[in-house]
């Protein structure tokens, strides 16, 4: 087991590259189980749960290769149709196997992934997808057994937009036969990816970043082969790192279309962005101004850049409030930011932060992947040293993140706890 040690108070600087995105390539790597053939996905990054995923489809009887950062996925044999627990448990997405298992074999048994840190996460939606697509469902000692003769295509209409929910049924109506409808469908810009990348396959998907989705299934797909969008977290995260540290960052990679909500409330705390030509130049101000921020679906606030952006308003010259709308259970980070000298209070789905001039290093425990980049910056604008453990969590979603930031000046190591 690592942890990481931050010596805080460095303005970074310089120039930093954002790796491919972890929430686009999940479902990618998934899609890639809907053709009879050998698939390429490039820009790749290294990640635990690419490598969980990666070992899901060997389960499944697709092979893997890894060359350098580009997964070669051959589909040709499907072997099972099960997602056993041990991997479902350690990777919610696993269940984005369901729609490519039950539209490719007609069968698919993934285990539910009940609970996790930030909350319930139910799957109700997806199911309630697939059994408009005329698929029998069933709930089977902890697992969700899904069976059809053949998919039909449906009408489907969402209760909430859901990230995942959009994923498996855009995978199992593409090889539907006839026409399908998402309504209420997520926006997100790893589901236009995919949409993108189903089309190249030869599936007929239009309005994929808007509310509707229209799908004309088609009978057969070709291999993918794609290269990955940056991530717009991880994107995030170093911008949020350039404003707490009063830095200046290139953060090639950033698109501010991908990234408006953020963008806007960085701005108005203060920070300087401007577009340059492969990312987001962001320069940190002397002190932040106090924001507020809701988070909700695309092209809302992300929720997975709300702890980011809670360190950054611990640090603010004034009040403000943080509120959490997707997930019930995501505030565990409060307690280790006020353990570094944050002035923070929970007000049901709010936070109430008042901002200090300075926060002080200390130990603390990452509880979730987003909570431990949280603790990450703070640390790295704190004063002394912080040293964050629990760190598996962090190497779930961000690559290399040490080597990265010390490449912009910090002083940051991963030690053997
Ligand atoms: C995805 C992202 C995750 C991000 C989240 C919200 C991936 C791999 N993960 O997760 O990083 O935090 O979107 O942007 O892309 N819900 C239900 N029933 C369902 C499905 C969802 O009630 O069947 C609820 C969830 O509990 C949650 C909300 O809908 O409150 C949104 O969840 P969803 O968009 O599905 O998140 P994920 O796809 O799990």
């Not at 994929?208 to 797909?221: D, E, K």
């Not at 987001?280 to 101004?289: D, E, S």
């Not at 809670?310 to 640090?315: E, G, R």
Request: proline share 4%.
């Amino acid at each position: 087991m690592h942890k990481i040690v931050i010596k805080g108070g460095v303005a970074l600087a310089g120039e930093v590259q954002v790796s491919g995105a972890k929430n686009a390539v999940l479902p990618l790597l998934f899609a890639t189980l809907l053709s009879a053939g050998q698939s390429e996905i490039c820009n790749v990054p290294a990640l635990r749960d690419i490598a969980t995923a990666e070992a899901l489809l060997n389960t499944l009887g697709a092979t893997t290769l890894r060359v350098d950062d580009c997964c070669r996925i051959d589909a040709t044999k499907i072997q099972s149709i099960e997602a056993p627990y041990d991997l479902v448990r350690t990777m919610r997405a696993s269940v984005l196997v369901l729609g490519p298992l039950l539209a490719r074999c007609g069968h698919a048994r993934v285990s539910l992934p009940g609970g996790c840190a930030i909350g319930a996460r139910p799957i109700d939606q997806h199911l309630k997808g697939f059994e408009a697509l005329g698929a029998k469902i069933t709930l089977d000692h902890g697992y969700v057994e899904a069976q059809t003769e053949g998919l039909r295509g449906a009408h489907i209409m969402f209760d909430m937009p859901t990230v995942g929910g959009t994923e498996n049924l855009l995978m199992a109506t593409a090889l539907a036969e006839g026409d399908s409808i998402i309504e209420n469908a997520a926006r997100e810009p790893e589901i236009v990816q995919l949409a993108e990348a189903l089309n190249s396959m030869g599936a007929k998907i239009e309005g994929a970043g808007t509310a509707r989705i229209h799908i004309q299934g088609v009978s057969s797909l070709q291999p993918l082969n794609i290269s990955v969008m940056p991530d717009r977290i991880e994107a995030g995260t170093f911008m949020i790192a350039a404003a707490m540290t009063k830095g200046n960052l290139l953060v090639r990679g950033a698109c501010q279309q991908d990234q408006e909500a953020l963008v806007q409330k960085m701005l108005e705390a203060g920070v300087s962005i401007d577009p340059e030509q492969d990312g987001l130049r962001v320069i940190g101000p002397h002190r932040l101004t106090p924001v507020d921020i809701r988070t909700s679906a695309f092209p809302g606030f992300p929720t997975d850049m709300q702890a980011q952006f809670m360190a950054m308003m611990a640090l603010a010259d004034g009040t403000s409030r943080v509120s959490e709308n997707v997930f019930e259970n995501r505030f565990m980070h409060v307690c280790e930011l006020q353990r570094l000298g944050a002035d923070i209070s929970i007000d049901g789905h709010s936070a109430v932060i008042h901002g200090v001039k300075q926060l002080r290093g200390a130990p603390v425990m990452a509880t979730d992947l987003r909570a431990s980049a949280c603790l990450i910056l703070a640390g790295l604008a704190a004063e002394n040293t912080t040293e964050v453990s629990r760190i598996y969590h962090l190497d779930r979603g961000y690559e290399r993140i040490e080597e990265k930031l010390a490449g912009l000046g910090a002083n940051i190591e991963r030690v053997p706890e």
